[in-house]
Nanobody
């Protein structure tokens, strides 16, 4: 069973930066990617970014392109989300989840069907 733990959230002013971490205790045999998702109060969960473990390919949602950068450290089994130029609308609880592979379709599928969400990490951006 895959176990993921999110950390790194906090309170930051608009324009500031945070780096989130997603630490995995183990991976399922057929999971090739890790995705970051977020859920703001009163809104549905949405996919933010993902990264493939096999080839390093990445995906970014339109709202974060050019501001967020996803990376992985395989030695530490950790995926990072560097968030720069933060905006008030980035305020949300951020979650990570394992994916079969990194793509827009798989991210949308995970939003609908993945059930083992962790506690997440709260990001609050003050304007």
């Amino acid at each position: 069973e895959v176990q993921l733990v999110e950390s790194g959230g906090g309170l930051v002013q608009a324009g500031g930066s945070l780096r989130l971490s997603c630490a995995a205790s183990r991976f399922a045999f057929d999971d090739d990617a890790i995705g970051w998702f977020r859920q703001a109060p009163g809104k549905e969960r949405e996919g933010v970014s993902c990264i493939s473990d096999s080839d390093g390919s990445t995906y970014y949602g339109d709202s974060v392109k050019g501001r967020f950068t996803i990376s992985n450290d395989n030695a530490k089994n950790t995926v990072y989300l560097q968030m720069d130029s933060l905006k008030a609308e980035d305020t949300a609880v951020y979650y990570c989840a394992p994916l079969i592979y990194c793509s827009t379709v798989i991210m949308r599928l995970a939003v609908r069907e993945y059930e083992d969400w962790g506690q997440g990490t709260q990001v609050t951006v003050s304007s």
